[in-house]
């Protein structure tokens, strides 16, 4: 005689349990539903944080390029200038010798401040901040490439003369979400070097 094996009894209970794991269509349309609206509240948000982080990086490394300049000028005992040129799609400053005008080279002291900046001469376009005024600055700012003499002083250096002066430069970054950011670095003619960022309502530091 041939034995057979009955089929293992699942309780009731459990057999609903197994049933009922599991979604269902609706509540995966549900779920994705309430991820892709908080991606959209969210993604925004995290594209102007790392915007702004990059914009006021870009901010610092000039301000810190400037700080080169001058030590270079009080140590080598001779007027340096900061210049600036665009190498691939974003802006560089650079530090050469007053008298030496050939473009940048690998050895010079340089610092590449970010594809998404654009160096402006003054604010312009849609949303643009005004200019920072003499009342703000506490100057007049000439144009043109800072200098440093020798005593690292700021100057507009032009043949063998360099009288004092201060500087103020901007930059922008497109950004894919929101208004532009801007950002400007100041120098006095005393020699202090300010970051400032547009707020949306006025310039801070």
Known sequence: MIETKSPT???RTLRNTFRSN?????EMLIAVSILLILGSIAIPGMVTVISN???QGGGTSLAGLFQSCRMFAVKQNTT?????TVVGSGPVAYVKEAEDSTGLIGTDPQVQLGAPLTQMAVPAGAGAPPALSSAELGFTPQAGDPSFNSRGLPCAYSSTACPSAG???YFKDNRPVGPSGWISVSISPAGRIRRWIWTGLAWGS
Request: no cysteine; proline share 5%.
């Open 167 to 169: 500087f103020v430069y």
């Open 53 to 55: 982080a990059r914009l």
């Open 9 to 11: 009894y699942i309780p």
């Open 80 to 84: 340096m200038t900061a210049r600036f």
């Open 22 to 26: 599991g979604f269902s269509v609706l």
